[in-house]
């Protein structure tokens, strides 16, 4: 039986998520999803999030020396995490795990890496529970790590909406690997002039909490700094 969970239809080493990533109902979900967010006021959640959460998922595994395999579900799962947005934002890590199980049959997941890919949708948004394995663990890092100004649709707008401040003021983002010691450590840079430390320290507590946790599934420990100061 195989146990990678690569697709069935290739018989290389290396998973290549590439047909994921051109897959029609992927593409058209992701765009979908953007454009939903967007009419309801919500930071970029398109193209350029599913790729920086897919690729940075990816080089978690890689960094800590899991096996390609796994590495490569991760990158699945991190491209498709946010699909399920496009039919509202509620239940979008639910319904999100359901819309990728169909795109990576299609492509020729086995069940094993498929469940893997639709658990890890899942707890990306969930509150409670543990993190059941490393997929989940390394997109669940990833996709809190993706804190940049570029997510905010309306600079203008700032001022009103502590999430898009937060990113706005971020002017960079920056996650490391330390395979040796076990540390997975998230740097931002922000402009206090724009968002003050307190204000991250608001949005961010909650996100911490599942990074921790997320990092204790890959036995790591989990480190935030922001501006060089040392926040967990
Ligand atoms: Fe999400
Ligand atoms: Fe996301």
């Known amino acids: 039986m195989r146990r990678s969970g690569l697709p069935r ?9 590439g047909r994921v990533r051109k897959n029609r109902k992927a593409l058209t979900y992701i765009e979908f999803a953007d454009r939903y967010l967007e ?15 897919s690729n940075t998922a990816y080089r978690i595994l890689k960094e800590l020396r899991y096996d390609e395999a796994v590495a490569g579900l991760a990158a699945a ?8 947005n496009m039919l509202g934002r509620g239940d979008h890590h639910r319904v999100g795990a359901l819309l990728a199980k169909e795109i990576l049959e299609e492509e020729g997941y086995d069940l094993r890496g498929i469940i893997k890919i639709m658990r890890a949708v899942v707890v990306h948004e969930e509150d409670e529970g543990v993190v059941p394995d490393e997929v989940a663990a390394a997109l669940l890092i990833a ?9 905010v649709r309306n600079p203008s707008m700032v001022k009103e909406d502590i999430h898009d401040r937060v990113n706005y003021a971020a002017r960079e983002s920056v996650l490391s690997v330390g395979p040796e010691k076990r540390t997975i450590t998230l740097e ?15 949005i961010f507590l909650a996100r911490m909490t599942a990074c921790r946790k997320a990092a204790r599934a890959l036995d790591c420990e989990f480190n935030l700094f922001i501006n060089t100061i040392r926040m967990a």
């Open 143 to 151: 996709d809190k790590a993706d804190v940049h100004r570029s997510r």
């Open 77 to 84: 799962a991190g491209f498709l995490h946010d699909i399920g």
């Open 188 to 202: 931002l840079t922000i402009d206090t002039g724009i968002s003050q430390v307190m204000e991250y320290f608001e």
């Open 39 to 53: 009419a309801i006021g919500y930071t970029e959640h398109g193209f350029r999030h599913c790729d920086i959460v």
């Open 9 to 17: 239809k290739r018989n290389n080493a290396k998973p290549d998520i």
